[in-house]
């Protein structure tokens, strides 16, 4: 029997989405399409991938997908690949997976060097190179023009895409050396987006790049956890820590609320979360 190959490729893994959706129905999530829902204009990523323009809950099979991807085309044989779905994604996405069910039960370890923050590394830097704005970065061209689709054309042009994914060992190997924290939001629900990872640089929190030794990386973990990764590491620390503590300098007037604004705001386009967003939301998404 041949190996069933995966058309719908995920840029954000279906057992990472599994952490924002109702407990009653783990299959679904509510995608919001931020820019339409809230600012009425704009769009990033390519329509009729069963995105909707008004929020709906969707089975996380059809969020955050494009055809073919990820693919390689095998001249001799005339097929398409399914090597990186297969290969390095499913490695890095099983290893991780443990690391999630140990932040939920509290035994992570975050220590430098450990392998517990081994595998989130190479987790947000594969988060970070499979995005699909990547095409249009290593291609040079505008992000309504990079060539997503499944056609043969588009997939042979992708090649460079695909060889960002030798990068991620090294991207990790930067990332380990931040100092890491762990916050946990006891009432309120963080949210995600098509763009899981991002980064902050300063104390307005403008657009960072991970070169940067001052700036700040974010991932939501699931609804009530968020990882960051500031400055350079403290090589005693483990940090766990609840809400009040983030940031330090504003202690307990951040919540959730705060911390969802700036994920709406670096979002491409959608945003994941295991309920609708709240409508008021809309007059200071910019």
Known sequence: MSKQFTVKQHWVPQFYLKHFVQKA???????????????GDGKYLPAGYGQPSRPARLPIENVAYIEYLYSDFDETTATFSNDLEDGLFHQIETSVGAVFQ???NGTVDLSINSDDRVQLAMFIANLHL?????????????????????????????KEFRELQDFVAPLASML?????????????EIVTSDTPVFVTEGENMEVGSFESPTSTVFLPINHSR?????????????????????????????????????????????????????????????
């Open 176 to 188: 380990m050396q931040r100092d890491w924290h762990l916050y946990r939001f006891s009432s309120d």
């Open 102 to 104: 140990k932040i939920l």
């Open 25 to 39: 129905d783990q299959e679904k999530c509510y995608v919001t399409d931020v820019k339409r829902y809230y600012q």
């Open 226 to 286: 968020l990882l960051v990764l500031r400055g350079v590491a403290q090589p005693k620390l483990n940090h766990i820590a609840a809400v009040p503590d983030f940031p330090a300098e504003r202690k307990s007037t951040i919540g959730a609320e705060v911390i969802n604004r700036f994920i709406i705001n670096y979002s491409e386009q959608y945003v994941y979360s295991s309920k609708e967003l709240p409508a008021e939301w809309a007059s200071d998404i910019t």
């Open 130 to 158: 499979r995005h699909p704005r990547m095409v249009a970065e290593v291609l040079g061209v505008a992000r309504d023009q990079a060539p997503l689709g499944k056609e043969l054309e588009h997939v042979k042009m992708r």
